[in-house]
């Protein structure tokens, strides 16, 4: 991964992978308590957070839906954040989902799931 991900003194102008740029969001995710996966493919990077709540990557800027619907274009609202900020935009992202755990909690069971251990 490029060490300039999330450094102050990056330059606007340099352009990281897709995959980079995830694992730049992931790590920032980790670092406020959520975890999350990366997936590539296609070109892009998806960073998976909760049910509802993925994070796309094209190296260049992230994005994801706010759970709005804009009504007069029939479509979802989408935020977005630069990739060379993946700290800031993991901030963002952790309002969504914060959001989506109170309306949607990990079923109990799934949440002892990680407990158990195998017999």
Do not use: C, K
């Amino acid at each position: 991964m490029n060490s300039a991900i999330g450094s102050a003194d990056a330059v606007q102008d340099e352009v990281f992978s897709p995959v980079e740029a995830g694992e730049g969001l992931r790590g920032a995710l980790h670092r406020l308590g959520i975890p999350a996966d990366v997936i590539d493919g296609y070109g892009l990077a998806v960073v998976s957070v909760w049910a509802g709540l993925v994070v796309w990557s094209d190296g260049v800027r992230f994005w994801w839906q706010t759970g709005g619907w804009d009504e007069r274009r029939r479509r979802a609202v989408y935020a977005w954040h630069s990739a060379m900020e993946p700290n800031r935009a993991a901030r963002r992202v952790a309002f969504r989902y914060a959001e989506l755990v109170r309306q949607r909690p990990l079923p109990q069971a799934l949440g002892q799931a990680g407990d158990a251990t195998p017999r």
